[in-house]
Every structure is written in structure tokens, then in C-alpha cells.
Nanobody
Framework: QVQLAESGGGLVQAGGSLRLTCAAS????????MGWYRQAPGKERELVAT???????NYGDSVKGRFTISRDNAENRVYLQMNSLKPEDTAVYYC????????????????WGQGTQVTVSS
């Protein structure tokens, strides 16, 4: 079974920084894209950033220029460096692994972490 575990969330003042880490574990053969998504209270889940296995990146418009996604393919980890945080960045941040090939699992699957809370105070 494949599991994703996020860490690094917390409370920070506006203008501050946080670094989120997501580690994928299990009998993984390969992971295509990895990404971060967030969901604020009363809102739908939205894309924050994704990164392909070849390190091509894509960002949501609201975080461009402030957030940076990176990954370590050897360790099956993805990171999100968040700078110049704003109160509107407050949300639960979820890690995702897309099109995962794992042993004893037929076909490609997506996996999600449980989420980590990020709160930005004004």
C-alpha cells in the first residue's frame, strides 16, 4: 500500500515562510507527477503546484512568484517552499501523487495525504 505523509504546516505571520514536506512510502515503482493542493473553509480544493517526474512545474495563479515546488525522485518526496505568505493562504494543504505504479497494485492510481494545516495571521 502507498501512503503519503505531509509535515511542516503551522502558524505563521503574514510575510513569513513555511516549507512543507511530503513523503511517499510503500512498495512504489514509480510516481509520475506530484503536487500540492489546498482547501480553505467553505471553498473547493484548488491546485497550488504540481511537478512532473522530469521536474516540469505548474503553479496556481495566486501563488506564482511566492511558492516553489521541488521533488526528490530517489526519496519519493515533494516539497513546497512558501514565501511571502498571506492570510488568504490559510488552508489545509494536501499532497498528491499521480499515476503511481506500485507493486501488487493493478494499473495507475492517485494517492492523497491526510493534509496539514497552514494558518497565516495578519
Amino acid at each position: 500500500q502507498v501512503q503519503l505523509a505531509e509535515s511542516g504546516g503551522g502558524l505563521v505571520q503574514a510575510g513569513g515562510s513555511l516549507r512543507l514536506t511530503c513523503a511517499a512510502s510503500g512498495t512504489i515503482f514509480s510516481i509520475n507527477a506530484m503536487g500540492w493542493y489546498r482547501q480553505a473553509p467553505g471553498k473547493e480544493r484548488e491546485l497550488v503546484a504540481t511537478i512532473s517526474r522530469g521536474t516540469s512545474t505548474n503553479y496556481g495563479d495566486s501563488v506564482k512568484g511566492r511558492f516553489t515546488i521541488s521533488r526528490d525522485n530517489a526519496e519519493n518526496r515533494v516539497y513546497l517552499q512558501m514565501n511571502s505568505l498571506k492570510p488568504e493562504d490559510t488552508a489545509v494543504y494536501y499532497c498528491a501523487a499521480h499515476n503511481v505504479v506500485a507493486t501488487h497494485v493493478i494499473g495507475l492510481r492517485d494517492y492523497w495525504g491526510q493534509g496539514t494545516q497552514v494558518t497565516v495571521s495578519s
